[in-house]
């Protein structure tokens, strides 16, 4: 099974500022990953696809990078709105694996 | 626009089975693979398995190999996950997801179900 490693686990920022959580893949998975934002209660929603791609309906403040084994969701200028707890996804191969998730409060 | 709406919470006791129910709006049920995610309170998210609504063929991950089943029923584009010899362990939220398509690839989960709380308790 591919291992996800996403971190920080937790971060407190403030309103403004830049934010920069990553995850890192046990083996290369091209750019078969996805972000996700969930926030109490609710399903979790998909900011970007293919590691880079922003999904429709999503701020551009929220931007993905990377391939292979290491990707970066960033927030460029956190809004009151973000804070909640993200995941990255790995659908390059059968387990589909998350990581730990970040939960991104309030500083 | 694409709706995966869940059937009601449940509370089983030990040893039961519970089957959650996904009804499929807005696009062509028979065209994306569903997927199956639980989260259990305050923890991440988990992948259970996968199902292709058009051939029924199914996908479990190893920890529920032997327990769960994913079914459909395409005349009302209905999914479904049963789990069985449940155990306190399994209360959690069960989702079920849409997978997006990807030339020469699984697919990621472009959209979700409103889930649904399995509790399992004497």
């Known amino acids: 099974d591919i291992q996800m490693t996403q971190s920080p686990s937790s971060l407190s920022a403030s309103v403004g500022d830049r934010v920069t959580i990553t995850c890192r893949a046990s083996q290369g998975i091209r750019n078969d990953l996805g972000w996700y934002q969930q926030k109490p209660g609710k399903a979790p929603k998909r900011l970007i696809y293919?590691?880079?791609s922003l999904q429709s309906g999503v701020p551009s403040r929220f931007s993905g990078s990377g391939s292979g084994t290491e990707f970066t969701l960033t927030i460029s200028s956190l809004q009151p709105e973000d804070f909640a707890t993200y995941y990255c996804?790995?659908?390059?191969?059968?387990?589909?694996?998350f990581g730990q998730g970040t939960k991104v409060e309030i500083k | 626009q694409v709706q995966l709406v869940q059937s009601g919470a449940e509370v089983k006791k030990p040893g039961a089975s519970v089957k959650v129910s996904c009804k499929a709006s807005?696009?062509?049920?028979?065209?994306?693979?569903i997927n199956w995610v639980r989260q259990a309170t305050g923890q991440g998210l988990e992948w259970m398995g996968w199902m292709n609504p058009n051939s029924g063929n199914t996908g479990y991950a190893q920890k529920f190999q032997g327990r769960v089943t994913m079914t459909r029923n395409t005349s009302i584009s209905t999914a479904y996950m049963e789990l069985s010899s449940l155990r306190s362990e399994d209360t959690a939220v069960y989702y079920c997801?849409?997978?997006?398509?990807?030339?020469?690839?699984?697919?990621?989960?472009?959209?979700w179900g409103q889930g649904t709380l399995v509790t399992v308790s004497s």
């Open positions: 807005g696009y062509t049920f028979t065209s994306y693979d």
């Open positions: 997801a849409r997978v997006s398509m990807v030339r020469g690839g699984i697919g990621g989960i472009d959209y």
């Open positions: 996804l790995q659908h390059n191969s059968y387990p589909k694996t």
């Open positions: 293919a590691a880079s």
